[in-house]
């Protein structure tokens, strides 16, 4: 739904004959569309200018493609390239934990060391088990970073990928305020204006509101489908500030 288009003044005037306003009526009902259109043409203009979500979950999705295409860059480096990423690469070893790299590498495995694991409830003495403590393992994943280089550089990357990715799936659901909406505010006014001139927004008929707000809408270029919901909407907000 774009910005609404400016009413020109021979189809204004078919608009006014058709539902026979009267003289004072058509002078009321042009000033208040001619205002109501540039207001909400300025509004959905704010709004376009705006970072909206839709722009970025495209963002996202630029972000991942782009990923992906890193990905297949690096898996194509030859020797040349994996010995310039080896040695300026060490240093990336210690982002990474020790669970993760034995996870996305399982045949490369860090020195355990003894660590003494208590029971509070326990009267024996403490019971020992090699595990792998981080902050001793910082030597052994600099040097994890230098052997994987480009594989490590791509894996994460790789789980990056799949956590935008599932996000973006699981962030689908729209947010924020959407077209149907806005056309649901305009109808409103419309209502609020049919109510001003003297008109009965309930009444039914040829040429009575629904009729009125479709040719409005047909006029400024926004789509007519479902309007008949909308229209009951407006009649409702109508009634409750009554």
């Given at each position: 739904?774009?910005?609404?288009?400016?009413i020109?003044?021979?189809?204004?005037?078919?608009?006014?004959?058709?539902?026979?306003?009267?003289?004072?009526?058509?002078?009321?009902?042009?000033?208040?569309?001619?205002?109501?259109?540039?207001?909400?043409?300025?509004?959905?203009?704010?709004?376009?200018?705006?970072?909206?979500r839709?722009?970025?979950?495209?963002?996202?999705?630029?972000?991942?493609?782009?990923?992906?295409?890193?990905?297949?860059?690096l898996?194509?480096c030859?020797?040349?390239?994996?010995?310039?990423?080896?040695?300026?690469?060490?240093?990336?070893?210690?982002?990474?934990?020790?669970?993760?790299?034995?996870?996305?590498?399982?045949?490369?495995?860090?020195?355990?060391?003894?660590?003494?694991?208590?029971?509070?409830?326990?009267?024996?003495?403490?019971?020992?088990?090699?595990?792998?403590?981080?902050?001793?393992?910082?030597?052994?994943?600099?040097?994890?970073?230098?052997s994987?280089?480009?594989?490590?550089?791509?894996?994460?990357?790789?789980?990056?990928?799949?956590?935008?990715?599932?996000?973006?799936?699981?962030?689908?659901?729209?947010g924020?305020?959407?077209?149907?909406?806005?056309?649901?505010?305009?109808?409103?006014?419309?209502?609020?204006?049919?109510?001003?001139?003297?008109?009965?927004?309930?009444?039914?008929?040829?040429?009575?509101?629904?009729?009125?707000?479709?040719?409005?809408?047909?006029?400024?270029?926004?789509?007519?489908?479902?309007?008949?919901?909308?229209?009951?909407?407006?009649?409702?907000?109508?009634?409750e500030?009554?």
């Open positions: 739904m774009g910005i609404p288009k400016a020109p003044q021979r189809d204004m005037e078919a608009l006014f004959e058709a539902h026979g306003l009267t003289a004072s009526q058509r002078t009321q009902t042009e000033a208040f569309l001619r205002k109501l259109i540039h207001e909400f043409g300025n509004e959905i203009t704010k709004v376009q200018r705006r970072r909206t839709a722009d970025d979950r495209k963002k996202l999705k630029h972000a991942i493609e782009r990923l992906s295409e890193a990905q297949r860059y898996k194509t030859g020797p040349i390239g994996q010995t310039i990423v080896r040695n300026n690469i060490s240093h990336l070893g210690e982002m990474f934990s020790s669970s993760w790299t034995r996870q996305t590498f399982p045949k490369f495995e860090f020195p355990k060391q003894t660590y003494a694991s208590v029971n509070p409830r326990s009267r024996t003495s403490p019971r020992e088990e090699r595990v792998h403590i981080e902050e001793h393992t910082l030597q052994y994943r600099r040097q994890f970073a230098r994987q280089n480009i594989s490590l550089v791509s894996a994460a990357l790789g789980e990056i990928h799949n956590s935008l990715e599932e996000a973006l799936r699981r962030g689908k659901k729209r924020g305020r959407n077209k149907a909406e806005l056309r649901s505010y305009f109808i409103m006014n419309l209502a609020e204006l049919w109510k001003q001139i003297g008109r009965d927004p309930w009444a039914t008929g040829s040429f009575q509101f629904p009729q009125f707000c479709e040719h409005v809408l047909n006029y400024v270029g926004w789509p007519t489908a479902g309007l008949r919901a909308t229209i009951s909407k407006a009649r409702a907000s109508l009634s500030r009554s």
